[in-house]
C-alpha cells in the first residue's frame, strides 16, 4: 500500500481555488469562455476555411475524422476555429429574435474549438490545418474561423457544410437495470421522433429466436430547463431518447440486442449488433464485480478546447474501464456525469465517449451538483453547478429505477449486494421523503441472501478530509452524519461511497469519528472515489484518526464479492489500471 500524496491548501484566500481550482481555469466549462453573445459577422473575402471529407459515416459509422484547411492574410494568436451543428448558426436560430429587435448575431455556442495556432505552420503563413473528430449529433455541421480571441469573437469566414449520410440514426445504447432484478432497459438516441418511425429492440438469448420489446420515446424542450445557458447559447435539440423494458432475463446468461427503428415504408433503420450478461438474482452466490466512480466528465479525442486539461483524465478513466470490461458486471457513476453545465451539445458527446461500456453492462447513475443544482429549482443548494440543466438530460438521456424521476433515489438488488442511492441534491435529512425511503431500502434487505448493504450518494454525507469538507471541521455536508449516521449503524451499512470531492480517500469502519476494531456491524467504511476525471482537490494538511488512506489521483472503484463470506474492494489508478489501495471485509 503506498502512502497518499498530500497538496494541502492552508491559507484562506486560496479556498476556491483549492476547492473549485477556478484560479486556473479548472472547473470552468470550456465553450463557456466563449463571449458569443458578443459575436459579429464581419466575413472576410480574403478569409477561408473549408472542411472535407463531405459525407460522414458512409459505412453506418457514428464518428469520423474531418479535416478543416484554413487561411487568412494576417494571422494572430486569438484565431479560432468553432464546429457548430446544425451548419446554419446565424441569428435565425436565436429564441425570439423574430421581431424583437436586433439581438446578437450568433447565438449558439459551438460544440467545441482548436486555436488556429495549434497548426504549427499557421502564425509564420496565415496557412494552417487541423483534424476534427465529429460524432453523429443528428444535425448538419459548419466551421467558423473566428479573429478577436473568444472574448471579442468576429466571424470571418465560414466552411462548407457537413453531415453524416444518416443523421438520424440510432445511437449510443446505454444498459441499466430495471425496476425488478431480471430487467434490463436499453436507452439510446435518434433523430426519429414517433411520428417517424417506430423504435424497438430486437433481443434474444444466444442460440434462440429472437424478439422485439417496443420502445417508449420522450425529449424535452428549452422550456423545460430552468436558466442560463441551457436555456440560450448553450441550448442544442437533444433529438428523442427512447427506451426499451427487456423482461423476464434469465440470471447471468447472455443476451444479445439491436436497437432499430421501422420506417412508415417498412425499411428498418438498425444500430449496431451488441449482447449483455443479464444480472444474478437476489441472494445468488457467483463472482460479481462492481465498478463505482464519480465526477467523470468527458474529454476530447482531438484535442479541441481550449482548456485540454478540464477533465484530463476522463480519457483515461473511460479506457481503463473499457480495458478491464470483461471483469466488470456493473458500473455506477455517481454524479457529475458529462459536466455539461449547460451546453446541451456535450451530452451526445459524453454518451458517444462511453458508450463502449454503456453498451455492454448496466450503468446506473446518481445526481450530483453538476446535473442538478440551479436556484429556486427545488434542489437542496441553490448554486449554479448545473448551467440551467436542472437534472432533465440526466434523467432523460439515463434511465434508473426511480418512483419519481425529479427525485432521483432509488433501491436496487444485485446478486448479493443490496444498493441504496440517495439523491444528495434532495434534501435527505430526518423527517423528509427522502430519509424514509432510505430507511426502508436499508431496513428491508434480507442479510442471508445479501449480505452486502452499499449507500450511495454525490455528496460526501459521511467522511472526507478534503480541504473543503474539513476547513470548518465538520468533514462532511452539514447534518448529514447527525441525519443519517445512526441509520448506518442500525441496518449495518457495510460500505458507503461519495463523489463530488475529486480525490480517492478510505476511512477504517467508524461511527461517530471513531474507528470501530474490525466493523463487526458496529461501523460503516466510507470511501470518497471523486477522481473519475474532472480536475483534482486537495485534502487537509493533516489527516484525522479515522482516514486511513489518501490519495490525490484519478482513479476508480471496484467491489468483488464471490460469497457471503468476504468482499474484496480496490482502488485503482485510471493511468494504468493498477492496484493502489485495497481492504476485505470479512463476516461469519
Given amino acids: 500500500m503506498r502512502g497518499a500524496r498530500l497538496a494541502p491548501c492552508l491559507p484562506l484566500l486560496l479556498l476556491a481555488a483549492c476547492w473549485a481550482g477556478r484560479a486556473d481555469g479548472h472547473g470552468v466549462h470550456p465553450l463557456s469562455r466563449i463571449a458569443i453573445h458578443r459575436a459579429r459577422v464581419a466575413l472576410d473575402a480574403s478569409a477561408a476555411v473549408r472542411a472535407s471529407p463531405k459525407l460522414l459515416g458512409s459505412r453506418g459509422e457514428d464518428t469520423a475524422w474531418v479535416t478543416v484547411e484554413f487561411k487568412i492574410p494576417r494571422a494572430s494568436d486569438g484565431d479560432w476555429i468553432g464546429v457548430f451543428?446544425?451548419?446554419?448558426?446565424?441569428?435565425?436560430?436565436?429564441?425570439?429574435?423574430?421581431?424583437?429587435?436586433?439581438?446578437?448575431?450568433?447565438?449558439?455556442?459551438?460544440?467545441?474549438?482548436?486555436?488556429?495556432?495549434?497548426?504549427?505552420?499557421?502564425?509564420?503563413?496565415?496557412?494552417?490545418?487541423?483534424?476534427?473528430?465529429?460524432?453523429?449529433?443528428?444535425?448538419?455541421?459548419?466551421?467558423?474561423?473566428?479573429?478577436?480571441?473568444?472574448?471579442?469573437?468576429?466571424?470571418?469566414?465560414?466552411?462548407?457544410?457537413?453531415?453524416?449520410?444518416?443523421?438520424?440514426?440510432?445511437?449510443?445504447?446505454?444498459?441499466?437495470?430495471?425496476?425488478?432484478?431480471?430487467?434490463?432497459?436499453?436507452?439510446?438516441t435518434s433523430g426519429y421522433g414517433i411520428s417517424e418511425a417506430h423504435p424497438f429492440v430486437e433481443w434474444g438469448m444466444k442460440g434462440s429466436h429472437p424478439v422485439h420489446a417496443p420502445a417508449d420515446t420522450v425529449t424535452f424542450g428549452r422550456e423545460s430547463l430552468c436558466g442560463e445557458p441551457a436555456r440560450s447559447v448553450g441550448w442544442r435539440d437533444p433529438g428523442f431518447i427512447h427506451t426499451a423494458f427487456l423482461k423476464n432475463l434469465s440470471p447471468e446468461k447472455e443476451y444479445y440486442y439491436k436497437i432499430g427503428h421501422t420506417l412508415h415504408d417498412g425499411k428498418v433503420v438498425w444500430g449496431k449488433p451488441k449482447s449483455f450478461r443479464a444480472p444474478p438474482y437476489p441472494g445468488q452466490k457467483s463472482l460479481q464485480r462492481v465498478v463505482i466512480f464519480g465526477d467523470m466528465g468527458k474529454d476530447e479525442r482531438d484535442g479541441s478546447n481550449e482548456y485540454q486539461n478540464y477533465q484530463p483524465a476522463s480519457l483515461n478513466t473511460t479506457d481503463a474501464l473499457i480495458r478491464d470490461l470483461d471483469n466488470t458486471d456493473i458500473v455506477f457513476h455517481i454524479g457529475d456525469i458529462s459536466y455539461a453545465n449547460g451546453y446541451l451539445s456535450q451530452w451526445d458527446q459524453f454518451t458517444q465517449q462511453v458508450e463502449p461500456i454503456t453498451s455492454r453492462v448496466p450503468y446506473m447513475i446518481a445526481s450530483g451538483n453538476h446535473e442538478r443544482d440551479f436556484p429556486n429549482s427545488?434542489?437542496?443548494?441553490?448554486?449554479?453547478?448545473?448551467?440551467?440543466?436542472?437534472?432533465?438530460?440526466?434523467?432523460?438521456?439515463?434511465?434508473?429505477?426511480?418512483?419519481?424521476?425529479?427525485?432521483?433515489?432509488?433501491?436496487?438488488?444485485?446478486?448479493?449486494?443490496?444498493?441504496?442511492?440517495?439523491?444528495?441534491?434532495?434534501?435527505?435529512?430526518?423527517?423528509?421523503?427522502?430519509?424514509?425511503?432510505?430507511?426502508?431500502?436499508?431496513?428491508?434487505?434480507?442479510r442471508a441472501k445479501q449480505p452486502w448493504l452499499v449507500f450511495i450518494a454525490h455528496r460526501v454525507l459521511g467522511y472526507s478530509s478534503g480541504f473543503f469538507y474539513g476547513f470548518d471541521g465538520a468533514f462532511a455536508e452539514p447534518m448529514a452524519r447527525q441525519s443519517l449516521e445512526g441509520l448506518w449503524r442500525r441496518h449495518r451499512v457495510d460500505v458507503a461511497f461519495y463523489g463530488h470531492v475529486h480525490q480517492y480517500e478510505r476511512t477504517c469502519p467508524v461511527y461517530e469519528e471513531r474507528c470501530?476494531?474490525?466493523g463487526h456491524g458496529q461501523g460503516t467504511v466510507h470511501v470518497v472515489v471523486g477522481g473519475g476525471g474532472s480536475h483534482?482537490?486537495?485534502?487537509?494538511?493533516?489527516?484525522?484518526?479515522?482516514?486511513?488512506?489518501?490519495?490525490?489521483?484519478?482513479?476508480?472503484?471496484?467491489?468483488?464479492?464471490?460469497?457471503?463470506?468476504?468482499?474484496?474492494?480496490?482502488?485503482?489508478?485510471?493511468?494504468?489500471?493498477?492496484?493502489?489501495?485495497?481492504?476485505?471485509?470479512?463476516?461469519d
Wanted: aromatic share 16%.
Fill in 85 to 188: 451543428s446544425p451548419s446554419n448558426f446565424n441569428a435565425s436560430t436565436c429564441p425570439g429574435s423574430h421581431g424583437s429587435g436586433p439581438g446578437p448575431a450568433i447565438c449558439s455556442a459551438p460544440i467545441k474549438y482548436q486555436f488556429a495556432n495549434y497548426s504549427s505552420v499557421y502564425n509564420r503563413s496565415g496557412t494552417g490545418a487541423l483534424k476534427f473528430q465529429l460524432i453523429n449529433q443528428r444535425q448538419d455541421f459548419s466551421f467558423g474561423f473566428f479573429t478577436g480571441g473568444l472574448s471579442n469573437p468576429a466571424l470571418v469566414a465560414v466552411s462548407n457544410r457537413i453531415v453524416f449520410a444518416n443523421p438520424k440514426a440510432p445511437v449510443y445504447p446505454r444498459l441499466a437495470l430495471g425496476k425488478t432484478w431480471n430487467e434490463m432497459t436499453v436507452t439510446w
Fill in 378 to 446: 427545488g434542489s437542496l443548494y441553490n448554486g449554479t453547478d448545473s448551467g440551467g440543466e436542472c437534472g432533465v438530460p440526466a434523467e432523460t438521456m439515463y434511465y434508473a429505477p426511480t418512483e419519481k424521476r425529479d427525485n432521483f433515489w432509488y433501491s436496487m438488488d444485485y446478486g448479493m449486494f443490496r444498493f441504496c442511492v440517495a439523491d444528495s441534491e434532495h434534501d435527505w435529512r430526518e423527517g423528509t421523503e427522502q430519509y424514509r425511503f432510505l430507511d426502508r431500502c436499508l431496513g428491508t434487505v434480507d
Fill in 516 to 518: 470501530v476494531p474490525d
Fill in 536 to 587: 483534482l482537490s486537495s485534502f487537509t494538511a493533516v489527516a484525522p484518526p479515522w482516514s486511513v488512506y489518501r490519495e490525490m489521483d484519478y482513479g476508480f472503484g471496484k467491489l468483488t464479492a464471490s460469497d457471503a463470506r468476504s468482499l474484496q474492494f480496490e482502488y485503482r489508478r485510471s493511468s494504468d489500471g493498477k492496484v493502489y489501495d485495497s481492504f476485505t471485509l470479512h463476516r
